[in-house]
């Protein structure tokens, strides 16, 4: 116990410095990520491929807390084969989210997200007497718990353990997921 305790001392110590100075180190205000993932709706359908990329700017800045703008840009994919009818789904979508980041300066950032966008469905059904495609656009909300890991001015490690999507494409459809992925603060 006593070691965990220095430890986070020295984590603390080390993120915002004592004395006469200009203060603590420099963060990042900007970051670019590239994720990979997967989610599904627990009812049966085939899990879903994702993949993102993500803009994220700080809206205001403090000491312990960050407010910011992330916009995901992501590309899901599913597919699955029943009685020999091949059902494909892309879903394109872009959510912009307000992100919550607690303790910008340490190496673990833990962050909250929540947002409303745009979701661009195409589906295809191919069978053995017909072909069928459509294409529906509708919007969306997310929400996520995560945390970045690494320097907070360079390179880190995104992991995302839990999102949850729900699009309005004529019906609802709800879906659970989880990200990893590779950014760089700057």
């Known amino acids: 116990m006593h070691f965990v305790l220095a430890l986070l001392g020295t984590t603390v ?14 963060v990042g205000q900007e970051s670019f990520t590239v994720s990979l993932g997967t989610n599904t709706a ?20 403090g000491p312990d807390l960050r407010l910011a703008i992330a916009v995901p840009v992501t590309w899901m994919t ?8 091949s059902f494909r789904s892309s879903v394109f979508e872009i959510p912009p989210s307000l992100r919550l ?10 962050y909250a997200d929540l947002g409303l966008g745009v979701a661009i469905a195409s589906t295809t ?16 909300t997310r929400s996520a718990l ?12 995104k992991i995302e353990p839990i ?9 609802n459809d709800t879906r659970v997921g989880a990200m990893v992925g590779v950014g760089s603060r700057f």
Not at 79 to 85: A, I, K, M, Q, S
């Open 125 to 140: 059904s191919d069978g053995w007497l017909f072909s069928d495609q459509s294409n529906t656009i509708g919007w969306m």
């Open 101 to 110: 980041r607690l303790f910008p300066r340490l190496a673990v950032r833990p």
């Open 13 to 26: 110590a080390h993120a915002y410095p004592r004395g006469p100075g200009p203060g603590p180190g420099p």
């Open 146 to 157: 995560g945390v970045d890991i690494g320097d907070p001015r360079g390179l880190y490690v």
């Open 78 to 85: 599913a597919g699955e084969d029943r009685f020999g009818v």
């Open 163 to 171: 999102s949850m999507d729900t699009y309005h494409l004529g019906g």
């Open 42 to 61: 627990f009812d049966g359908d085939p899990a879903t491929f994702r993949l993102t990329a993500e803009g994220e700017g700080d809206l205001t800045r």
